[in-house]
């Protein structure tokens, strides 16, 4: 069953991803060849609890950190580790906090350095591919159609969208039905209604789609090697169009300034 969220509810969903939205971009500033994700992760570790909130990904299921941080042709749910990032790695950062009751989920992949014109394009492709799917995130679709319009773009490029993991709707608990799959036909799978929050992220491989999970049980990998890029933002759907829960106060207010610009031309 898919909870949709009440009035009160989304103001707690809007503070929770605020909040995590404020970690990713501290987080996004300290990258830099040298650092370790166990820095990392220990930074968002404090941050989240500076802030009266949970690091929800420690002991989900047994994970022992507070961030997914995977670097290269891992996927997603790497462990944070003591050797430094090197001049060239991206690495993705996943984060989720639980606050008064709530979830906010959000992923980011970062270039360490200088990176090559092939893997920024990847990172770029990455992040178009969650605004088209967020887009897609309307009263009246269908959850099919947040797939659609990841696919479609992603396969543009030839890139590899991993089926193995998906989105999910997001509430009290940080994995809610409906799984949200990166592929799909238009005009499929669950109606789309208010109130119902998702967590969407597409994870994009510069080959295979195929994975394989590292003997950590944990660390998930391309099959052939090659690197991928995530990126997730949590949000609401409203009458109005879908409203990205997991961004900065300033980032909310720079989206609105653009949807107002776009109105206006
Ligand atoms: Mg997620």
């Known amino acids: 069953m898919i909870i949709a969220k ?4 989304l103001d707690k969903m809007r503070a929770v991803g605020e909040l995590i939205a404020e970690v990713r971009e501290s987080l996004r500033g300290m990258v830099r060849p040298g650092i370790s994700t166990m820095e990392l992760n220990n930074a968002a570790d404090r941050m989240i609890r500076d802030a009266g909130a949970l690091p929800t990904f420690i002991g989900y299921h047994g994970f022992p950190y507070a961030i997914c941080a995977s670097v290269n042709h891992e996927i997603v749910h790497g462990f944070s580790k003591t050797d430094p990032l090197k001049e060239g790695d991206i690495v993705s950062l996943d984060m989720a906090a639980t606050y008064d009751g709530f979830v906010g989920d959000t992923a980011m992949t970062v270039p360490v350095g200088e990176i ?9 492709v990455t992040d178009e591919c969650l605004e088209l799917g967020i ?13 659609h319009a990841v696919q479609q773009h ?6 590899g969208i991993v089926r193995d993991y998906t989105g999910h709707g997001i509430g009290r608990r940080m994995h809610e039905a409906p799984q949200i799959p990166n592929y ?13 929050c998702f967590a969407i992220e597409p994870m994009l491989n510069m080959g295979t789609h195929e994975t394989r999970t590292l003997s950590d049980k ?3 990998v391309t099959l052939d ?13 409203t009458p ?6 997991t961004l900065t106060k300033e980032q909310k207010r720079l989206r609105q300034a653009d949807k107002a610009g776009m109105a206006a031309a």
């Open 240 to 245: 109005d169009g879908p409203e990205v829960l």
């Open 218 to 220: 944990w660390t998930v």
């Open 116 to 124: 090559t014109d092939e893997l920024k394009q990847l990172i770029r």
């Open 154 to 159: 992603a396969e543009k490029y030839g890139y």
């Open 6 to 9: 009440s009035a009160k509810d």
């Open 184 to 196: 799909g036909r238009p005009g499929t799978k669950e109606r789309i209604r208010a109130g119902y």
């Open 225 to 237: 090697g090659k690197p991928s890029a995530h990126a997730e933002h949590t949000l609401a759907v």
């Open 135 to 147: 887009q897609a995130a309307r009263v009246g679709n269908r959850v099919g159609d947040i797939g």
